[in-house]
């Protein structure tokens, strides 16, 4: 079993905790919880994740993806330490650590300004959170893995929590996050979300 994923949230903002719960087949989770999404290879080892995960403690799940390549679980808890521990359940049981986690990497960072109406419309016809309107400026994030993109989204609301959550996906090889506002927010969103992900990358996979 590969974990490609180990994303944990301290404390879920409005705007995604509001996104989890539009997308939810579980529990809903609501703002101020702390939340973990792990990511798993092959996909229907997510079975056992849950299994482990959520005999530990009163940890509750929202999303349980199995594909044949991906599995992906997200469970959450007021309690910060109950998910903590049922997540380093599941490290324990298949003896790994953080250190195995595959290292997120960002492919694409990119802001367009002063939008245009039209393309407005057509990237909100397919999007679960707010809506992008004429004029504002839209930050763009792909990373990989995919799950990454909820710790890019869940860190840029937490520091500018005036920017618009448009979407965030992580379902598929790669994730994207899509944030708008005003240029100068979308800038600030854009350097908070890299910001958490290259912290994020200094932590997981450091084999020796």
């Not at 492919?107 to 707010?130: E, M």
């Amino acid at each position: 079993m590969e974990i490609r994923s180990y994303v944990y949230l301290d404390r879920l903002q409005p705007q995604l905790a509001a996104l989890m719960a539009k997308t939810a087949v579980g529990d809903i989770p609501v703002e101020g919880m702390a939340s973990m999404w792990i990511e798993v290879i092959p996909g229907v080892e997510i079975n056992r994740v849950a299994d482990i995960a959520l005999k530990q403690t009163d940890v509750r799940p929202a999303t349980q993806i199995e594909e044949r390549e991906f599995g992906i679980l997200e469970f959450h808890s007021y309690s910060q330490e109950e998910v903590q521990n049922s997540a380093q359940k599941v490290l324990d049981y298949y003896k790994l650590t953080i250190r195995d986690v595959t290292p997120p990497k960002i492919l694409t960072s990119q802001i367009i300004t002063a939008i245009n109406p039209y393309h407005a419309q057509v990237l909100n016809r397919d999007r679960y959170g707010n809506m992008i309107l004429a004029g504002e400026s839209l930050f763009i994030l792909e990373v990989q893995p995919a799950v990454n993109s909820v710790l890019a989204a869940n860190a840029a609301e937490k520091a500018i929590g005036s920017i618009r959550l448009i979407d965030a996906r992580v379902r598929g090889v790669y994730g994207r996050l899509w944030m708008s506002g005003t240029e100068a927010q979308a800038k600030a969103a854009e350097q908070a979300a890299i910001a958490a992900i290259e912290a994020h990358a200094s932590i997981v996979g450091r084999k020796k």
